[in-house]
């Protein structure tokens, strides 16, 4: 199964953008990138999942490099309700092909005003 | 989306009790999804439940301790038995979306005193 590292805790200035890096070294051909956020007390939201191009939605856009080893997920304008704990989630596929999540520690994004 | 609602969202019990969580789906899903989260940490996958069959423990979880039920395509429950304050924790079901992304509800906060 592909690890990602998260860094821990990052700070992010209301209205701008913010960028969350992972780095995904050991993915699979078949494995996407997802990314999820877990406001506090709440169950975690997906928001972007990729497997080698970038995309947008109106949640956020993710960068994935041309070799797949990292992806920077990016919210445009950052606001006070963005502040979570996002997950950086490699797409695992066990002997049953559940797609089953495996989730990291995180990086703990506080939008600050 | 999947819209998930878990009862209880929360409860105080003593040490040596069961309890029985519940989660309701607003759609038919293939596969359900049973999460954990220690105070202050990342979320681990118990298992996974189909319909019809019997559930998927992950390493470390067995099902005489987290006995789980999948009736029908909307309804699950897990139940934590014979509990102790090292079960305190956040449990949390989730389902698959068409997409790949995984639907989380609420959860529901267990405390064992």
């Known amino acids: 199964d592909a690890k990602t590292t998260q860094p821990p805790s990052m700070d992010c200035a209301e209205g701008r953008a913010a960028n969350l890096p992972c780095n995904h070294s050991?993915?699979?051909?078949?494995?996407?990138v997802y990314w999820y956020r877990q406001i506090h007390s709440q169950g975690p939201q997906y928001i972007i999942h990729?497997?080698?191009n970038n995309e947008t939605n109106e949640m956020a856009s993710l960068i994935i490099t041309e070799d797949r080893k990292s992806s920077t997920l990016i919210l445009p304008h950052a606001t006070l309700r963005d502040t979570a704990v996002y997950y950086c989630i490699v797409r695992v596929k066990g002997s049953s092909n559940t797609g089953k999540l495996i989730f990291g520690q995180g990086t703990t994004l506080q939008v600050k005003p | 989306s999947a819209v998930i609602s878990q009862k209880p969202s929360r409860d105080i019990c003593q040490r040596g009790t069961s309890l029985t969580i519940q989660c309701q789906v607003d759609s038919q899903v293939t596969m359900m999804f049973w999460y954990r989260q220690q105070p202050g940490q990342s979320l681990t996958l118990i298992a996974t439940?189909?319909?019809?069959?019997?559930?998927?423990?992950e390493s470390g979880f067995v099902i005489d301790k987290f006995p789980i039920s999948r009736p029908n395509l909307t309804f699950s429950t897990l139940t934590v038995s014979n509990m102790s304050p090292e079960d305190s924790s956040i449990y949390l079901c989730?389902?698959?979306?068409?997409?790949?992304?995984?639907?989380f509800g609420p959860g529901t906060r267990l405390t064992v005193t």
């Open positions: 990729g497997l080698k």
């Open positions: 989730s389902v698959s979306g068409g997409g790949n992304e995984q639907y």
């Open positions: 050991t993915i699979s051909g078949n494995e996407y």
């Open positions: 439940a189909n319909q019809g069959s019997e559930a998927t423990y």
